[in-house]
């Protein structure tokens, strides 16, 4: 008796606790921050975590871009890396993320239930290296341009088609950007006023190089951009007929320098190439801007020669907050530490008056401002037309750090909220028809016995979803399917069980030892057949990802639970029974 | 209750003494045709596309984007919207009703510039998702879909995944036998693993046949099928190691028979139950669960099938060519059903022996 009085408290037990561990509690959700206002929300839910299948959400696989450089040592950058995007997706207020590593090169984020997921893409992928470089004003690449144009010629690059007069080079032209040019002029940093000062231009010298063009298996593509060329005297005069240079005019400063467009994929090729990078000036770089400058009917892109070592880099920016200036429109400023803001008042007092570009994940943001005198602490990055909303992501993005390296997306997963919730909406129906039609069958042909098997498998339901969430396991869409199959195998056990009992019933052995014997012998072949299920689940857990897991879970929680009611649980009903019954003739069975 | 007699039990299969293993001939010639259907459509696959399977972009990478609409749309203007911007040789399919398609591209498409920074690339998975969204909405217009779900897998995750569930399954598959190695005698093991690995390979042959998409939730299906299968062919051989312990003097034709005959009940009980929630699954459960409904409907059928006609010719064939000992070697060979005629007279014996 005292035997059934504990395993009647067991059950008791554990049936409370599976109850409190499942009770529907407030979770207060940090909702995205529009504005910079952190909203609260707070709902009732069971407390068992969705995945991103059932909930909506994003999933990002991450890993380190080698396109840019080899990392060395990758599994450590990982790491650092990992601190700096928990340290973005916090402030961008999205509950229960998830930012882990995934192996030793790659990380994992998700964000459940995250609305606009192209913004919190950015955030997280952006690497927000932050550099101050000089431009240069040694005319270094002009010195280079004969060279290039040799080379590229010599691969037989950069021709125009038959007919198409080159373009003379003259100072006229060149004078007539001067006046012509209207320019989204970027802001200067700190201090500096707003005058742009115009640098002493080099004016190009002309060079006449139509007899050393030839045709190139590729005209076909260089004709189409060839036909967009017209005789328009406001446009820019070429500077030199060579394929490279033809292709680019001085700008207004030194080391700045227009390309049409349409000629953007053609430069961006040619300075690809390697023969091209190797006779590049040594110790300069060549970098775009995302300013786009419209003179006459044409629009170019800007791009600058920068100074490759860095003046000063975002590692000594500790704060950074967005602004509009109905003028100027939005910016970002930006405080530097102290010891960074001693650092850039040294260099840029070194470099008064040259023009120092911000350049932001190798771009150049605005136009590099002229240094007038020099800089302290306190700074500003021009973002040209975007929004506010850029300007907050981008002071986010500053706040919490650069990338110590950058990364690149090896997997993305969107799911919208209505999906997830018709999924949960189908996997129910699914559920209870399941229970349905397995209860039918278990109490139509054990009767009793069956509703005995009904009752176990209704505490196996409970302790299952108890089991998940105390584990905080992840329930996906898969992991439903799961648990809902393993409704239809948890019955096996018990009906293992009962046709033992039967038989010893045939055997003519009386209901008592019949269902003692019944219990026992059926021990090994469930204990057997359902370790095989655990080790295959088990395996599928190991290599599985995502939802895949969420479904191993599941199976092996509820092959747990199944073995505690089918055998733990059943029996002490029939033991209830069998005292009630005190001497039954027979068992309905 | 207490007044039914035994009598009133609903049972099914009771006392049953079918020779299930009779047309064991036949069938084990039906199941190896069905299987070499299977390997040989799988190898013409692979000779002309360089996959076997049709693969979800978890495993060949690629940019799946599923779409709703409002209204049922043209089929052929998704297509040529999709064209004219570059991502050719779509995948578009509907996904459960009418209105929801799945559009997949594997073809990275025409160069997308990212902004002045980039040196030309080819977009990644999901710039081409992107991509897809603004040709939808420039040619449909955009109230008239809404993405429901966007996924984009690089190459390299994508061959990953594919090593991962390749090994995941010989993994699971070396560890049930050391676990079958461990708890029954090595004759049972062998039959065992056997009969799991024509469950194996008549799961491929059916998502063939199907074109069924391999998804990783397909193979955690195939995985479970594993399991079940085994499941199935332990609760049969469990029985036949007791009633080998009670010495009785018949062959393990016999006993092999009996086992099953024993079994039959509960195996039909737990296949219906499991069949009744793979059921609600595969009707209600929604379009992504279907095609694990699909495989784990079929697994039930050949778990049971390779139970009986495939672990058992094994473990038989396994007996007389190493039979366990010199007692069992004599009866074997005096018993061992050579003809038919053979077969007829031994189970006339075997039953005036059971009643």
Known sequence: MTDLRYRLAIIAALIAASVWSIWPRPVVRRLETTNNVIRYDTLRRIPIRRGLDLEGGMHLTLEVDESKGVVA????????????????IDQFGVSEPVVQRAGTDRMVVELPGVQDQQRAYDIVKEAAYLQMQIVDKSQALDKVLPHIDAILKAKGLGVTAAGTPTQTPSNAGVQSLFTNATADSGKTAGDTTKSRSVAAGTSRRGRHDSAARKAAADSARDSTKRDTTKHDSSALAALTVGPFSQLIQQGGMPGEFYVAKSDVPTITHYLSLPEVQSILPPGKVIRWATDTVTIGQRAYQTFYVLDARPIITGEYLVDANPTTDPIEGTKVDFRLSREGGRRFQTETGRHINDYMAIVLDSVVMGRPPVIESAIGTNGQITMGGKDLQAAQDLALVL?????????????????????????????????????????????????????????GLALYMLYTMAALASFDAVLTLPGLAGFILSIGIAVDANVLIFERIREELDRGKTPRTAIDEGFRHAMSAIIDSNVTTVLTAAVLYQYGTGPVRGFAVTLIAGILASMVTSIFVVRTFYMIWLARARSPQTISI | MLSLTPADMLRIFHNTTYDFIRPWRIMVVSTVAFISLGLVLLGVSWARTGTSVRYSIDFLGGTLVQVQFQQPPDVGAIRSALDAGGVHDAEIQSFGTNRDFTIRALDAGHSVSRGAAAEAQAPSAEQVAARIDTLLANRLGAGVFHIVRTEAVGPRVGSELRRGAVIAILVSFVITLIYLAFRFEWRFG???????????????????????????????????????????????????????????????????????????PRSVMTHATAFAATLALLLLAGEVIRPFAWVMAFGIVTGTFSSVYVAGPVLLWIERRYPRDASDRRSAQAKAPKTPTDQARRQAQAASVRS
């Open chain 1, 73 to 88: 040592n990758k599994s450590d950058a990982i790491d650092r890396a990992l601190k700096v995007v928990r340290t973005r």
């Open chain 1, 399 to 455: 706040r919490a750090g650069a990338l110590p390296v950058p990364l690149k997306v090896a997997e993305v997963r969107q799911i919208g909220a209505s999906l997830g919730q018709d999924s949960i909406v189908a996997g129910l129906r699914a559920g209870i028809i399941a229970i349905v039609l397995v209860v039918l069958i278990m109490v139509v042909y054990y009767r009793f016995s069956g509703l005995l098997a009904v009752g």
């Open chain 2, 190 to 264: 062998v039959a065992a693993v056997i009969a799991t690995a024509h469950d194996i390979l008549t799961t491929l042959a059916f998502i063939k046949l199907l074109d069924i998409e391999v998804s990783l939730t397909v193979v955690a299906a195939i995985l479970t099928v594993i399991g079940y299968s085994l499941n199935d062919t332990i609760i049969i051989f469990d029985r036949v190691r007791e009633d080998l312990r009670k010495k009785r003097k018949e062959s393990l034709y016999d006993t092999l028979n009996r086992a099953i005959n024993e079994t039959l």
